[in-house]
T-cell receptor, first 113, second 112 residues
Framework: KAGVTQTPRYLIKTRGQQVTLSCSPISGHRSVSWYQQTPGQGLQFLFEYFSETQRNKGNFPGRFSGRQFSNSRSEMNVSTLELGDSALYLC????????????FGPGTRLTVT | QKEVEQNSGPLSVPEGAIASLNCTYSDRVSQSFFWYRQYSGKSPELIMSIYSNGDKEDGRFTAQLNKASQYVSLLIRDSQPSDSATYLCAVNRAGAGNMLTFGGGTRLMVKP
């Protein structure tokens, strides 16, 4: 099976702009979770989507949003970018059943200048 | 107190030795525990999952869980230089879907 794919892999944006990141989960997986990884805060949970519904949300401001499509692909959006949003954004795919095992994509490296 | 705590390391072990990585968690309703390996510049890779008290072995890896002590560990036998990476402990809480809470990671260095 193909793994989790994320696009784009690298992105440079300016403060105040917005950005959309995309994630395609492993075929057959219905749950997609998003995480932010920074050197200072480590890996932090953003939100999880399951069957097009947000199932859980982490402690991030409303500038961070996401959605999931009927084919389980997911996008996350960050509006009004701040310098502190520079991070590696990781998408994790899970079957969505009770296994809870999640498999990460390669990530999108976002740099905000 | 952080929800999931790990010693940041680096933990240095000689090639062929056993590496022991530890993790403690604070939420008593945690139900699923995972170890991820992350090489520098790469994304985390799932290497072990454990759900009940005791030991779980997979090749050179053994995960140990003690829910009473809120403690989970990972043993790597016959450590190889290719095991040098950051090891992340992740915990899932009951009723939280697939939300994982990660520790800060332990950097392991295996010296030839």
């Amino acid at each position: 099976k193909a793994g989790v794919t994320q696009t784009p892999r690298y992105l440079i944006k300016t403060r105040g702009q917005q950005v959309t990141l995309s994630c395609s989960p492993i075929s057959g997986h219905r749950s997609v979770s998003w995480y932010q990884q920074t050197p200072g805060q480590g890996l932090q949970f953003l939100f999880e989507y399951f069957s097009e519904t947000q199932r859980n949300k982490g402690n991030f401001p409303g500038r961070f949003s996401g959605r999931q499509f009927s084919n389980s692909r997911s996008e996350m959006n960050v509006s009004t970018l701040e310098l502190g949003d520079s991070a590696l954004y990781l998408c994790a795919s899970s079957p969505g059943d009770l296994s809870w095992q999640q498999y990460f994509g390669p990530g999108t490296r976002l740099t905000v200048t | 107190q952080k929800e999931v705590e790990q010693n940041s390391g680096p933990l240095s072990v000689p090639e062929g030795a056993i590496a022991s990585l530890n993790c403690t968690y604070s939420d008593r309703v945690s139900q699923s525990f995972f170890w991820y390996r992350q090489y520098s510049g790469k994304s985390p890779e799932l290497i072990m999952s454990i759900y009940s008290n005791g030991d779980k072995e997979d090749g050179r890896f053994t995960a140990q869980l003690n829910k009473a002590s809120q403690y989970v560990s990972l043993l790597i036998r016959d450590s190889q230089p290719s095991d040098s990476a950051t090891y992340l402990c992740a915990v899932n809480r009951a009723g939280a879907g697939n939300m994982l809470t990660f520790g800060g990671g332990t950097r392991l260095m295996v010296k030839p």
